[in-house]
């Protein structure tokens, strides 16, 4: 599988053109794909990564394809709160208005 359709990705190509191909053809095409987790589990275990770093823009469209692989709402909000613990409160915070901006826009 290559990367899902993403206008920010199809902005930079040109910019970055081999980065671009390497997420396409190794992150997506080859890491996503192992047989080791689930890519529901995989999309959690990214989401709280991308909380502890504070990457609000890879968030928003991670919690999108998230919850196109099965992690629910629910899963989200407790995923949150409990990276306040870990992660920091103005983490889970800046992550909690992220994810439900995309929440909102996907009714």
């Given at each position: 599988m290559s990367a899902p359709p993403s206008a920010r990705r199809d902005r930079i190509t040109p910019f970055v053109p081999?980065?671009?191909?390497m997420t396409s053809l190794v992150l997506y095409g080859d890491v996503w794909e192992r047989p080791g987790l689930s890519k529901r589990d995989r999309s959690l275990v990214?989401?709280?990564?991308?909380?502890?770093l504070g990457?609000?823009?890879?968030?928003?469209?991670?919690?999108?394809?998230?919850?196109?692989?099965?992690?629910?709402k629910e899963e989200l909000s407790e995923a949150i709160t409990h990276l306040a613990?870990?992660?920091?409160?103005?983490?889970?915070?800046?992550a909690s208005h992220t994810a439900?901006?995309?929440?909102?826009t996907q009714g």
């Open positions: 081999k980065l671009v191909e990214t989401i709280a990564a991308l909380i502890a990457w609000q823009d890879q968030l928003k469209a991670h919690v999108q394809r998230g919850l196109a692989n099965g992690v629910t613990l870990y992660a920091g409160w103005p983490a889970a915070m800046s439900l901006d995309v929440l909102e």
